[in-house]
């Protein structure tokens, strides 16, 4: 990369030597002293259209200038700004193509370019006159069309997901969506590629992949690392497999935390029927609203649902829940192994009325 540090220090002393101010110099370029300011200290370069003018002024070449005097690490440079200088830049990109000059040096000093510019040359250039790495060096600082472009060449044989990743906030969620496909056919694509990408997808791409998921071509850990993108619908369609018995149950576990009350609800009487294993909803326990578990303790007391199972989740029972399971619960469903359980969540006064009331029963 081209030294922004050294190149201001190299001006600034090839004007002292001419005994020159930055206002005289600027004057000479008819730019602001702020600007030749700026240079000097390095934190900024001057724009491609003026590094020939300084060249020019200090009778250096190009290439000099944009090593600051030191031993070339780039040969090349200054013979892309002078044809990018002079808007020739399908030249530029024949002199790539034919290895006349390195690709490696225009993606050096493509932030010095405007997008049109590299636009311009990486349209006339050959797809086997840069690869994927120095693509993704160049994202930032080329057009969307023109970087779906150099992508789309690169990877018509395979993907490299470490590289696509790297460029996917510059790709259009179309073009993301069929290399995501592709590899997804060719069983390439890691949970933790797709994860890191899946914020540019498209809400639809994402949603096929649930429905993948039910046809057995996507994996639950690829579903898994998506969840927190899915919309609701998608999130739904999850619970409904979990239900109907076609994903695991203990997978949805999972992804709670993306789950609405509503999907939570729905689990939960599927638990009450009998359908669901009463542990996942243990697990689920901390995402449960107030409501389902007011409601869950109401069907208790009504001896809908074995006392037993509300034991598990008392550390998410309020204590107003608790003491009216306590006070409404016929004694019969409650024994002396859950009310020791239920102990540690509940008043004294509450907890020595059913001990008292318990040994009564026994009498």
Known sequence: MLDTRKIGAFISKLRKEKDMTQMELAEQLNVSHQAVSKWERGESLPDIATLPLIAKFFIITLDDLVNAGENRNFSHVGKIVEEIA????????EM??????????????????KASTLNKVSENLNPKSINLEQI????????????????????????????????????????????????????????????????????????????????????WEIVQAIAPLLGRESLNRLVDLVVDEKVDAKRIVRIAPFLDQEHLEKLVQKAEEG?????????????LSSDTLNRMVNLVVDGAID??????????????????????????????????????????????????SLLTQVK
Do not use: C, Y
């Open 275 to 287: 359908t669901l294993d009463w542990k996942i909803i243990e697990r689920l326990a901390t995402f």
């Open 307 to 356: 006392a037993r199972r509300i034991v598990s989740l008392a550390p998410f029972l309020s204590k107003d829940n608790i003491e009216e399971l306590l006070e409404n619960i016929e004694l019969e469903n409650l024994n002396p192994n859950i009310l020791a359980s239920l102990a540690p969540f509940v008043e004294k006064e509450t907890l020595s009325k059913m001990v008292t």
């Open 96 to 113: 790539i193509n034919d290895g006349e000059v390195n690709m490696e040096e225009l993606v050096e000093i493509a932030p010095m370019l």
């Open 136 to 219: 993704r060096r160049l994202a930032p600082f080329l057009g969307t069309d023109a970087l779906a472009e150099l992508v789309s060449h690169e990877t018509e044989n395979s993907v490299n997901w470490d590289i696509i990743t790297g460029v996917a906030p510059f790709l259009s969620g179309n073009l993301l969506s069929g290399l995501v496909e592709k590899s997804m056919n060719e069983g390439s694509l890691e949970a933790k590629q797709l994860l890191r990408i899946a914020p540019f997808l498209e809400g639809d791409s994402l949603d096929k992949l649930v429905l993948q998921l039910e046809e057995g071509t996507v994996s």
């Open 86 to 93: 002079e808007n020739r830049t399908e030249q530029l990109a």
